[in-house]
């Protein structure tokens, strides 16, 4: 017993010199790493952020025993640029996730896209290696479905779970079912062998990842620290929970899927206690984008207090649910007010594992050590994109818009509405509007909705604008774009006969290969 706290002192010792910038040698094993990876859920969801049905008692015991951050943002509005930046810990519109067939519009990863994650971007799971852990993907993978981009070609050991979103169903002609892998090759097919029932809402898919996640960590444990992303999608219309969870929640179906998932955050946590190896895990729970308000209410979340949702820049869209839980390293119901990022999670992570981030390239996480262990909160801006443009920057409290807009008059008069029910004049507007010389400015403290934009002429305004503006100016002068990856698409290089489909009789024939620009309408 003495030794495993001389250990632990000693590996907290080596954390906080990490935090300080000071590297050390000779290190017991690092921390195990899990990242709990939501699907468009909304900052609003969870009991301890404010939700009135109380339907997340394990998320909410894992936000009283660890630290919360009401000030945690996604890279992007939307899953594939966000994933992409977590992965990478750089901005989207350096790692190549971003469209430039038009102004300030969304992109992401279809089965049609020809795109994915570049050779030259290096993901945590394999700078992870260098540090000898394992690593295991479960889940949405979201960064190209084609061979080059398989998530094992790009450090992960492990996988189970889908390159796409559980769209369907489809015919398998027009397109086909999206595939499901076990490692290199496909298992099956959603809707076929992995069935989701769009009239009940009935699918085990979470109980499936759940007993994934379970048998890695039993595997793992005692063997080498692993890194696990367990990235599930019940969140996403179409919402989907297994059928002893259908119809207990208030919140209709996809509150049946939320306390799913608090349910298997549940049992996980309570395996690592089982595995007397919690106090070596760090655990954080986030989410990749705001709530898609346009499934609301039905298939959708909360984004609490916030403007509009998933697909803006507006808060709702990318201001996102964050916990953090070591026990014996977190102190319990901590609440940090750092302005986090997505991105924080590679550097955190390379950090907790006695690693630096490459030297080679901008890194936009931040280590988040110095928050965590110390309580510690560091200035630093965020950037918000949507797709080529940078649509709003927040620094300390105020947030300055650049260029605001919901989506189209055309499609909103289809019935896309990224927020229903919170117009704002000249704040959430159908057409591009540029604000380049003016920002729209808003105190985030006062006015957490963007409701109340500050005046032009008050001395607040002309301060705020003076801070963002040179942090604004030093980004753009030093920025140097990826290759945008989501320009082409193509029907040919669809899901139409992935690895092993031989065996399962699952290949399917694909068109004419006809490359053509992706037509993005957000």
Request: one cysteine or more.
């Amino acid at each position: 017993m003495a030794a495993v706290v001389a250990a632990t002192r000693w590996w907290r010792l080596l954390l906080v010199l990490s935090a300080a910038g000071m590297g050390v040698s000779g290190a017991p094993q690092p921390p195990n790493i899990l990242l709990l990876l939501m699907d468009d859920m909304g900052w609003g969801d969870l009991g301890v952020y404010g939700e009135p049905s109380r339907e997340t008692p394990n998320l909410d015991r894992m936000a009283a025993e660890g630290m919360l951050f009401p000030n945690f943002y996604s890279a992007n509005p939307l899953c594939s640029p966000s994933r992409a930046a977590l992965l990478t810990g750089r901005l989207p519109i350096r790692n190549g996730f971003y469209t430039t067939n038009a102004h300030a519009r969304n992109a992401y990863t279809p089965q049609e896209i020809v795109g994915g994650i570049p050779d030259s971007e290096q993901l945590l799971p394999e700078l992870l290696k260098k540090a000898g852990y394992v690593s295991k993907i479960i889940g949405k993978w979201h960064l190209g479905h084609r061979p080059q981009f398989h998530p094992l070609k790009h450090g992960f050991d492990e996988w189970f779970g889908s390159p796409n979103c559980h769209f369907g169903p489809y015919d398998n002609k027009a397109r086909p079912n999206i595939p499901v892998y076990r490692d290199w090759e496909m298992v099956g097919r959603y809707y076929e062998e992995f069935p989701i029932n769009l009239k009940t809402g009935e699918a085990n898919l979470t109980q499936i990842y759940l007993q994934e996640a379970l048998d890695f960590i039993k595997r793992q444990a005692r063997r080498h620290p692993f890194f696990l992303y367990w990235a599930v999608d019940a969140t996403h219309a179409p919402v989907y929970a297994s059928k002893p969870f259908l119809g207990t929640s208030q919140r209709g179906r996809y509150g049946d899927a939320v306390r799913e998932i608090d349910d298997s955050v549940g049992k996980m946590l309570e395996l690592l206690h089982d595995l007397h190896v919690a106090d070596n895990t760090f655990v954080f729970f986030t989410s990749d984008n705001g709530a898609a308000l346009i499934s609301a209410p039905e298939q959708a979340g909360s984004n609490g207090p916030f403007l509009c949702g998933k697909q803006t820049t507006f808060e709702g869209g990318m201001r996102e649910p964050a916990l953090a839980w070591w026990p014996g390293h977190i102190a319990a119901g901590q609440v940090s007010h750092q302005l986090g990022s997505i991105m924080d999670l590679f550097t955190t992570s390379l950090a907790l594992a006695g690693l630096t981030p490459p030297r080679d390239r901008a890194i936009d996480g931040l280590n988040l050590l110095p928050a965590l262990l110390q309580g510690r909160l560091m200035d630093r801006p965020v950037f918000y994109y949507r797709g080529d443009t940078l649509m709003a920057t927040t620094l300390g409290q105020h947030k300055a818009h650049f260029w605001t807009w919901t989506n189209s008059w055309e499609n909103f008069r289809q019935g896309i509405d990224f927020c229903p029910g919170q117009n704002v004049s000249g704040v959430t507007t159908h057409s591009l509007e540029d604000h380049t010389k003016l920002p729209l400015i808003f105190h985030l403290g006062r006015d957490p909705g963007e409701r109340f934009p500050l005046s032009f002429a008050s001395t607040e305004y002309q301060e705020a604008l003076s801070r963002i503006t040179s942090v604004v100016q030093q980004h753009q002068e030093a920025l140097v774009p990826g290759q945008p990856q989501l320009n082409v698409c193509n029907w040919a290089v669809m899901n139409w006969a992935p690895p092993g489909c031989e065996k399962l009789g699952k290949c399917l024939t694909p068109p004419e290969s006809i490359p053509e620009k992706c037509l993005w309408s957000h």
